[in-house]
Nanobody
């Protein structure tokens, strides 16, 4: 079975940092495109950052450019999202996703494999 396990969320003060991890199993990691999405209360799920396992192409939402960094370690079947200079508006449940298409360029409702989500809360 394809499984994605997201971890690393927590409570942090504004300006702080967190690193999220997404451990994958049940599929060949480097055959898939990996992404991080988030969903804040009352808002639609949005793409935050994605990375191509083929060529390392990355995407960042404008709201996180310069603050977040996505990476992947294919040998460990794990993707990461380093989040620096966190703001209260970054508060959300963060999900990792894997698909054969580049997730950040797709409608999230069409994406196939999702982790369970990890909550990030940024206090002001």
């Amino acid at each position: 079975d394809v499984q994605l396990q997201a971890s690393g969320g927590g409570l942090v003060q504004a300006g702080g940092s967190l690193r999220l991890s997404c451990a994958a199993s049940g599929f060949t990691f480097d055959d898939y495109e990996i992404g991080w999405f988030r969903q804040a209360p009352g808002k639609e799920r949005e793409g935050v950052s994605c990375i191509s396992s083929y060529d390392g192409t990355t995407y960042y939402a404008d709201s996180v450019k310069g603050r977040f960094t996505i990476s992947s370690d294919n040998a460990k079947n794990t993707a990461y999202l380093q989040m620096n200079s966190l703001k209260p508006e970054d508060t959300a449940v963060y999900y990792c996703v894997a698909d054969l298409v580049f997730p950040c360029y797709s409608d999230y409702r069409t994406l196939n494999y999702w982790g369970q989500g990890t909550l990030v809360t940024v206090s002001s």
